[in-house]
Every structure is written in C-alpha cells, then in structure tokens.
C-alpha cells in the first residue's frame, strides 16, 4: 500500500530565491533613482512583510535647528515600502513562474492613494521601514506601513492602494 503524503499546507511559508530577491533588491534600491536619493535599503523580503532602513544624511532634514527628518522623505519611503510589499506579495502569488517573469509583473504598478500619519518627529541617525500588504486583488492591492526609529518607536504610519494591473 503506498504511503499516503499530508496535503501542502497553506501556511507554509514561501520562500523566494536569490534570483527574485537580487534584482528585486537591484530595482528598489539601484533603479530606482529617488530610492537611490532617499537611502532607502532593502533589510528583508517576505511574502508577508518587507523592511528596509534609511541612514540619516544631511540632504534629508527637514528642520535645520533639530536635525529633524523631512516630512517628504518619510512619505515617500512610505510609499516605496508599500511598493515593495506588494512585489513581494505578486510574487508569492506567482511562484509557479519563473523569478524573471514574475519580475516582469510589476512594470504597471503604480501608487492610487496614499495617507501618512505624523506621530512624533524622526529625530535620529537610522530609521526603520516596514510594509505588509492587506489585501492583494486582481486590480487593487491595499497596504499598511510604519516609520520608526532606531530605538523602536513608532514615528509614523500610512496606508495606500496601488494599482496592479
């Protein structure tokens, strides 16, 4: 009689391969010229959850007498993560394609709304970026970002839809 083998189970976690996650990191991080800017850098990518750093330089103060974060380059890091995070999400949802074709998927992302919360000033040398996705449809996909700072407090949040499709 042959053994019988438990059906996959759907909470296993997926794991991309480097030839999806370095060019991913290459794109974001590279081509991206404003990422460039910013200095924004890829910590990790998950199908569930994408985290990034930016380093503190002097053309990202907002305020000179505090050396206070620009409000603009929160946003906009915010919106890059979110990005990311629906990347990562179309490409879990993908994984029976190859890492190439699957990266060719997100030339028609592109951001539709975007809210961000100001909570306390980003005052400090490191700050860290995360971003999951709520909901990835066949045409909208929803997501959920926080801001913080080196010490782990929450600075700032912001949700936004992406168009992808």
Known sequence: MPKSVPPVSSSAPIVFEPE??????????????FNKVL??????I???RVTAHITMKPELVGHYSFNRIHGG????GLDAMGGLAVMAAIGARHMDEPPL????RFAKLGTI??????LR???GERFELRAEVMRLGSRVASTRMEFL???GKLLSTGSAAYIVS
Do not use: N
Request: proline fraction near 5%; charge should be negative.
């Open 20 to 33: 999806f996650i370095t060019p991913l990191k290459r794109i974001f991080e590279e081509s991206i010229a």
């Open 149 to 151: 700072g080196a010490d």
């Open 121 to 123: 000033p980003g005052i």
């Open 101 to 104: 074709q699957r990266l060719h």
């Open 39 to 44: 200095g924004l850098k890829i910590d990790s």
């Open 113 to 118: 709304d975007l809210r961000v919360d100001y």
């Open 73 to 76: 380059v929160i946003s906009a």
């Open 46 to 48: 998950t199908a569930d």
